[in-house]
């Protein structure tokens, strides 16, 4: 039990540690898109090593729960890795404006002539 709360911990740096890495490049990139697999147009010094620091953290952490938790294991790398998914995907959609990048419907119709 105690090799699983030390990976349930490891996970759980490594999850803060990614979190402050997009941190730092989402207010570095305001106004620029970031692209999911490729590095950021602007990418702040350490961000990278944070990012590495913190996937090596959540992989360590997961080979600790493995013996424990069996596949379930999995979930707890696999919610974290979501959750900061979500934080680019916010970025993303924060940037497209109030309608999600889609130009709202004409209220004065197809027509223009009113509904």
Known sequence: MNGFIGGVLLIVA????????LQRTSRLNRGIRIPF????????????ALRLFGLALLTFGHGQTIAVAGRWSLL??????AALTLLIVRHNHNLAGPHGGRIPADPAGPTGRGA
């Open 14 to 21: 490594g999850s803060a540690v990614l979190a402050y890495g």
């Open 37 to 48: 697999w490729s590095t950021a147009a602007h990418a702040p010094r350490g961000s990278v």
């Open 76 to 81: 707890l790398v696999l919610i974290p890795v």
